[in-house]
Nanobody, 130 residues
Framework: QVQLVESGGGLVQTGGSLRLSCAVA????????IGWFRQAPGKEREGVSC????????YYADDLEGRFTISRDTAKNTVDLQMTRLKSEDTAVYYC???????????????????????WGQGTQVTVSS
C-alpha cells in the first residue's frame, strides 16, 4: 500500500514562498507518477503539477509554471513543490497523490486530473495572507 505524507504548509504573506514536501513509502513498482493537487474552500480539487518516475517529465497547471517547481529526490523518496510569488488565490489544502497508471506522454492537463490517481495523502494547509 502506497503511503504519502505532506508537510511544509503554513501561513505566508502575499509574494512569499513555501516549499511543500511529499514523503512517499510503500511503492512496489518503478513506474509511477506523483502529482500535487489543491482544494480551496467551496471549490473542487484541482491538479497543480506532476512528475514521472522514469523520465522526470513534469507538467504544471496553467499560470503556475514559473511560480511553482516540482522536483523529486529519489534518495529521500520525496517529491517537493517549491511555490514562489504566492497569491491569495493559492490558499488551499494541498495534497500529493500517486498513480501507477501508464500515463501518456507528453503530459497534458489530463495527467493532473484527480481521478487519475489512486493513492492520496491527508493534505497540508497553505494560507496566503495579504
Amino acid at each position: 500500500q502506497v503511503q504519502l505524507v505532506e508537510s511544509g504548509g503554513g501561513l505566508v504573506q502575499t509574494g512569499g514562498s513555501l516549499r511543500l514536501s511529499c514523503a512517499v513509502a510503500g511503492l512496489t513498482f518503478d513506474y509511477y507518477t506523483i502529482g500535487w493537487f489543491r482544494q480551496a474552500p467551496g471549490k473542487e480539487r484541482e491538479g497543480v503539477s506532476c512528475i514521472g518516475s522514469i523520465d522526470n517529465m513534469t507538467y504544471y497547471a496553467d499560470d503556475l509554471e514559473g511560480r511553482f517547481t516540482i522536483s523529486r529526490d529519489t534518495a529521500k523518496n520525496t517529491v517537493d513543490l517549491q511555490m514562489t510569488r504566492l497569491k491569495s488565490e493559492d490558499t488551499a489544502v494541498y495534497y500529493c497523490a500517486c498513480t501507477y497508471r501508464a500515463l501518456f506522454r507528453p503530459f497534458t492537463s489530463r495527467t493532473i486530473a484527480p481521478r487519475q490517481y489512486e493513492y492520496w495523502g491527508q493534505g497540508t494547509q497553505v494560507t496566503v495572507s495579504s
